[in-house]
């Protein structure tokens, strides 16, 4: 039995619950209207990007900051038309394909890319063939900071100095940056260019005679799914350690690797977006990831004599020191 | 437009998208490089002594042979040797016990055995294996068989294969010399999800090209006739089914005629045939970045076939009674023999850490071996033996000074029952340099066929005289073996000192203390006066061969082995070893004095130097003191120096790597100082040898 005035004040709270949703409704539709939809574009459906895809969603529904609206793209090459960018203040692209995409298109809002090593945008920022305003193009890395890799080499292979470097048609941009880092941490280089598989294990051989560690970088020919193997064997047979560049390489056999996640480029994402002042079209450039993970493997970190710290504590030491720009 | 697909396929593999570098290649998972054998233990965590012998050295050693490699081991007594009997070929042991058919040591080619279980050991020369196929070889020296099993006695010899994905492209390989000539084939390749190698090698080996006529201490010696020509195929296939599958297919034959033979009627002068045949296929998977799961399966076929009726003459006997006898030849010599044996050997194998101290290997297996001789074992039919095991390894480092390493293995024989084999092994570190070894363990040698169901019956027509009351058949009970051996068993204990020297340079001590027993030993029994059972079985007047578990051997060993980097343009290599054996129980006459079978003393040492960035030249030196392997002759000691000078050159293809190649040139040479060494029997001696080679990839 509920009295009267009971059921009135019922009435009124949800009166009063139903005005803050219309209100509410109506704010959104209005913010929208104000910019704050932000328009994924996945290269494809599934895998890493909807990973990366559900991960930014869960962090901007979560306080605090600045609530934005996230709509996503037919993956596709067809331009958008305004109906679809209505209220768009953002594009994010995830991954190459989608900003190859998004690179080809006119008048668009600033295009935000995610999941893109540093060489490819770059490539495609110099190849988009018109001056297109650098805040209106511009990515989160998916390339951890040279500086950090080779902090992490300093981490777990004190002493060891000497840092071989194969590189192949991409790679090689890094060669200017990586020099001086390298000097600047106190590091050796030696360093060969190559132009076709077949040249990799000759080189990777005369490299390792002379090296302490193989740093890896990605690239189109020498660090691939297909070399993966023989350029493991080739280190193990050196017993000379591979810092990778991600989970996957740990996996497969090499010491060590720094990397990020989609999901820690997500929060990335989520945290840039948020500190844009609303309303203006304008991106912060190009940044590499400022979270990470740290990943070794502990079979070969035996075999090789060494006694590394826990991931973690890995990863709080590297987040520890500086890394000097590059 | 097919191929424009594929090739855009291959493309997003490789992790190109549009012609720049894509994500694929950070967030992608890489096919897991599933052999953790592949990577060494590291020298500080084994629990034995281990000597590694990697492609730098077997290149700059000069050696034609496997087996001429584990010269370099110390402690290891090795002889190229032409044997009187079956087997021709290399000996190799450790600690001494040498003796032509090398049972004592578990010898394996990636993770499969290649024992022969008719007479033990394995056949060096007729190993379907290529030399340059090799990517290194670990000797443990010592028993190991809680981890290799039964006849992982003395020590283990571990050969690692070179993976078919480093050997891509072409390699041509050619040498001729004073020993012979080869040519060597090889061809690496890939498909999407597999690279596989095939080897081809032809070798024409002249053996032993000094010829020790005359007589030596008193004997008269022969000169050898142990020419050989061999072909060889070996295939290598690693297939990644998934990235955490990878399926390992190998199969190889080895055959080809060889002389034999030195004594004209008792040993004559013939060509056998030999053959060896293998197959194997592993499965491996990855379940986690510390937990693996491999099956493996592997046949092996030896065969050995020889026709010496012809070469037989007449054999003049008295009869007990005084009569004097013409015998004629008898059977089964009086045909061809065949003597075949083969091994079918299954095992799963599980590796993992429950945390982070502790990692374990366990697993099991199920062997059976099959042995036919028309000359050994009474027929021609086929003996089947068969073995089950169970093993483990534990391996705890409850903190980074300490290590242990628990395991052992069950194995039930068919032949000879159940026996468990175990091993205690601790390390402990002395700071980041040094560390301290100490092991304890037992280890059993499984009787060899022959030696626990040998029975060689011969039967000799007799061709004059004839007449009423005279035998028309002698009997000779060649060998008749007891069928109740047991095991040989080995007790052993190991104090190790190992000073890592940096960039893979260390120093290692060993001393070791072992105590074998059981030894089985072949013996004669004269009839009469042997049992009478045994005696009614031959001619009186004859000596039946037969064996029993009788010696006894304590053998006591200090071993250096010190391998530095000098710099990058030096390696050296050094092994000392002293070992001394003495018999635990007196010496019956007639059975062997084990106090000689290894020398007391002895030395290697391989030096190489990069004289400029093309020329290399090595020098390698092997001294020993004398020695008496058991059946062989007492030689004496002496000091062999080989020589190798090489110059690797490259040519330039076509822009993109195509056409470009490398080669190599050398020139070789064996004995040096043409000392007059002579191996196991005075019969075999070894002069200076030259060889030229040229090496081609491509």
Redesign the interface.
């Known amino acids: 039995m509920t009295s009267a005035p009971a059921l009135l004040a019922m009435l009124a709270w949800h009166s009063r619950r139903a005005l803050l949703a219309l209100a509410g409704a109506f704010l959104l539709c209005g913010g929208a209207l104000a910019g704050d939809v932000v328009a994924l574009l996945l290269?494809e459906n599934g895998?890493?990007y909807t990973e990366y895809a559900e991960a930014l969603r869960r962090t901007l529904a979560a306080p605090p900051g600045r609530p934005l609206r996230v709509i996503e793209l037919p993956p596709g090459g067809e331009r958008p038309g305004e109906a679809q960018l209505a209220g768009v203040e953002t594009i994010v692209a995830v991954?190459?394909?989608a900003m190859?995409t998004a690179a080809a298109w006119d008048g668009v809002p600033p295009v935000l890319n995610v999941?893109?090593?540093r060489?490819?945008f770059e490539?495609?920022l110099a190849e988009s063939g018109r001056l297109r305003r650098r805040t209106h193009f511009s990515a989160i890395h998916?390339?951890q900071p040279l500086a950090r890799q080779l902090n992490l080499i300093r981490l777990i292979l004190p002493g060891k100095t000497r840092v071989a470097a194969l590189v192949g048609p991409?790679s090689a941009q890094l060669l200017p940056r990586l020099r001086p880092a390298i000097a600047r941490a106190g590091l050796e280089i030696a360093s060969e260019e190559?132009?076709?598989e077949?040249?990799i294990?000759?080189a990777l051989s005369r490299l390792l005679?002379?090296a302490d560690v193989l740093l890896a970088l990605?690239?189109?020919?020498v660090?691939?799914?297909?070399t993966?193997?023989?350029i493991?064997?080739?280190t193990?047979?050196h017993?000379k350690p591979l810092i990778g560049?991600?989970q996957?390489?740990v996996?497969?056999?090499a010491l060590a690797a720094v990397?990020s996640t989609?999901e820690q480029i997500a929060r990335q994402t989520a945290e840039l977006l948020r500190a844009l002042p609303p309303g203006r079209a304008a991106l912060p450039s190009p940044v590499a990831p400022t979270d990470f993970s740290v990943a070794v493997?502990?079979?070969?970190a035996?075999?090789?004599?060494l006694?590394l710290p826990s991931d973690a504590a890995l990863k709080s030491a590297l987040a520890g020191l500086p890394e000097a720009e590059q | 437009m097919l191929a424009c697909l594929f090739a855009s396929l291959a493309r997003a593999a490789a992790g190109e998208e549009g012609g720049v570098l894509s994500e694929n290649s950070f967030l992608d998972e890489l096919p897991v490089v599933l052999s953790a054998t592949r990577l060494r233990q590291p020298l500080r965590d084994t629990p034995a002594a281990v000597t590694l012998i990697d492609r730098e050295m077997i290149r700059d050693a000069g050696a034609r042979d496997v087996a001429d490699l584990f010269r370099l081991v110390p402690g290891m007594y090795v002889a190229y040797n032409v044997d009187k009997e079956i087997v021709p070929g290399h000996v190799v042991s450790y600690h001494g016990l040498a003796d032509p058919y090398a049972k004592r040591m578990q010898v394996q080619i990636d993770g499969r055995s290649v024992y022969t279980p008719l007479f033990g050991g394995p056949v060096w020369s007729s190993i379907p294996l290529v030399l340059d196929d090799i990517e290194r070889i670990e000797v443990v020296r010592g028993p190991s068989a809680a981890t290799y099993g039964a006849n992982a006695f003395l020590g283990v010899i571990n050969i690692v294969t070179r993976e078919p994905a480093e050997v891509r492209g072409r390699m041509l390989a050619l040498s001729a010399g004073d020993a012979g000539g080869e040519a060597i084939l090889r061809h690496g390749g890939r498909t999407e999800n597999a690279d596989y190698r095939i080897t081809l090698q032809l070798r024409r080996d002249k053996g032993y090209t000094d010829d020790a006529q005359g007589s030596y201490g008193g004997r008269p010696v022969f000169p050898r006739s142990d020419d050989k020509s061999i072909g060889n195929l070996a295939f290598r296939g690693d297939y990644r089914l998934t990235p955490q599958d990878e399926l390992q297919v190998q199969f190889g034959y080895a055959g080809g005629t060889r002389e034999a033979g030195d004594i004209p009627n008792n040993n004559p002068r013939r060509e056998k045939d030999a053959a060896s045949q293998y197959g194997l296929l592993r499965w491996q998977r990855a379940l986690g970045p510390e937990s693996q799961l491999s099956l493996r399966a592997y046949h092996n076929r030896d065969r050995f076939a020889e026709d010496s009726s012809a070469l037989i003459g007449e054999t003049a006997f008295v009869l007990p009674s005084g009569l004097p006898v013409l015998l004629g030849v008898p059977a089964p010599l009086d045909r061809p023999l065949r003597h075949v044996a083969e091994r079918s050997d299954v095992e799963a194998q599980h590796s993992f850490a429950p945390d982070e101290t502790l990692r374990i290997v366990w697993g099991g297996g199920f062997r059976r071996d099959a042995v036919s001789s028309s000359l050994y074992l009474g027929g021609g039919g086929f003996r089947v033996f068969s073995q089950r095991n169970l093993f483990a390894n534990a391996e705890w480092r409850p903190d980074e000074r300490w290590l242990f390493n628990l395991g052992a293995m069950i194995e039930h024989n068919s032949f000879v029952g159940t026996r468990t084999s175990p091993r205690l092994a601790v390390n402990h570190r002395l700071g980041a340099r040094q560390t301290l070894r100490a092991s304890v363990g037992r280890a059993y040698r499984n009787p060899v066929v022959y030696e626990q169901h040998g029975n060689s019956r011969w039967l000799y027509p007799v061709l004059a005289p004839s007449g009423p009351g005279l035998p028309g058949v002698l009997p000779l009970q060649y060998l008749l073996a007891p069928g109740d051996l047991r095991p040989e068993r080995i007790d052993s204990h190991e104090l190790g000192y190992l000073l890592d020297l940096g960039r893979g340079s260390a120093l290692d001590l060993k001393i070791a203390d072992d105590r074998l027993s059981d030894l089985i030993e072949m013996q004669g029994v004269p009839c009469p006066g042997g049992p009478p059972a045994l005696c009614a079985l031959t001619t009186p007047g004859t000596v039946v061969r037969s064996f029993a578990n009788r010696g006894s051997v304590r053998v006591s060993a200090v071993e250096v082995q010190w391998q530095q980097a000098l710099g990058e343009r030096t390696r050296i290599h050094l092994g000392l070893a002293s070992t001394r054996l003495r018999n635990r129980s007196a010496v019956p006459p007639g059975a062997p004095d084990y106090q000689r079978t290894a020398p007391r003393h002895a030395l290697n040492l391989l030096l190489a130097h990069q004289l400029a960035p093309q020329w290399r030249g090595s020098v390698a030196a092997y001294r020993s003191s004398a020695s008496r392997a058991v059946s062989g002759d007492a030689l004496p000691g002496g000091t062999r120096w080989d020589l190798r000078l090489a110059r690797s050159f490259h040519w330039e293809g076509m822009a993109g790597g195509a056409g470009a190649g490398a080669g190599e040139f050398a020139l070789v040479v064996q004995n040096v100082g043409d000392t007059g060494i002579r191996e196991f029997y005075a019969d075999n001696l070894l002069g200076r040898r030259i060889l030229a080679s040229l090496r081609l990839e491509f």
Do not use: C
Not at chain 1, 223 to 226: A, E, G, N, S
Not at chain 1, 297 to 300: A, K, L
Not at chain 1, 302 to 305: E, F, Q, T, Y
């Open positions: 290269s895998g890493h991954g190459v394909r190859r999941l893109v090593p060489t490819s490539k495609t998916l390339d991409d190559i132009a076709a077949a040249e294990i000759p005679a002379t990605p690239d189109t020919v660090f691939t799914r297909d993966a193997r023989s493991l064997l080739t193990y047979r017993q560049f991600s996957g390489y996996n497969a056999g990397y989609p493997n502990r079979s070969v035996r075999a090789l004599g006694d």
